[in-house]
């Protein structure tokens, strides 16, 4: 049950969107239900310097069936309440998925319960699928989102009711969890699709660079041309998926954007 005289902070990661449309939802439900909620872009925080008087809440996407190395950094460096001698610590996370997940619940419980946080519920919640999207499908992605917010509600009134569970399943879910750690398998995903530039198209407006969560675009004023430098990228899709042009590609040309929310909305949540 989370505790009412708490504040909660959330933090999300969100490439295309869906994450922090859900992000948005917990807060608005948990507000309306007297909670002060504060939402917290993980890039733009260090995970050791959190505030251990509040409860902690944490969004992100799956990926690779697990989740991207943002976000495995940002968990792996939360300070350990058990450590520091807080027993009351409470966490709770959501992540969102295409389809399937890996099981990745269970190794971030683990790394958490290691460090003394009190792991109160975890949920996983359906969203439009963000990568290699062949066609929009308008209709099928407005029912995904309605069921998506609905779902997030749901796990927000379990969570101030004490009804929610954070399940694990040992082994199966610790294995597939690893393959997302593996810096291979993220060089490889770089190596067979890499991000191009239409520079036909591309109007400089250097939105990627400024919404890139690795700083892996720049302008380069010599060639009048915007540089991707793979090497940081975590194929999050943001640049891809918010060019207001459309111009960057990757893979078979005419991949569909995927925007869980509206470029100012996302834009807005990343002004340090
Ligand atoms: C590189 C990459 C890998 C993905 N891997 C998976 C996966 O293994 N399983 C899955 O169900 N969805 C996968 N997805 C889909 C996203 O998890 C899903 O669309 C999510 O809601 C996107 O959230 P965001 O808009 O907040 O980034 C992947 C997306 C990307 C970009
Ligand atoms: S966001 Fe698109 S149009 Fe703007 S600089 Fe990047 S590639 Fe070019
Ligand atoms: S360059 Fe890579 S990390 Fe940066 S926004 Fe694009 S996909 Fe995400």
Redesign the pocket.
Known sequence: MLDKGKEVDIYWF???????LIAQTLENFLKTNGFKVNLKAMEKSDASQINLSRTLGLAF?????GTFPLVWDFIKGLPSPGKLGIRDMEVFMVD???????GIKGPIKKILRKKGFQTQGAKEIV?????MKKKKQPEKDRLKIEKGKMAAEQFARNLISGKVVWRDIPIYSDLMGSFSKMEFNWKL?RNIFPLKVDNEICTRCRLCEKNCPTESWRFNKEQNRMIWTKDECI???RCFSYCPVQAISYGKKGYVQ?K?VSSGVIGRFLKS
Not at 14 to 20: K, V, W
Not at 96 to 102: C, H, I, P, R
Not at 127 to 131: A, D, G, K, T, V
């Open positions: 969100s490439g295309t969107g869906n994450t922090l996407p799956v990926a690779e069936q969102t998925k295409m389809v399937y997940s890996g969203m439009p699928n963000n990568l995903f194929y999050c899709l995927n869980g």
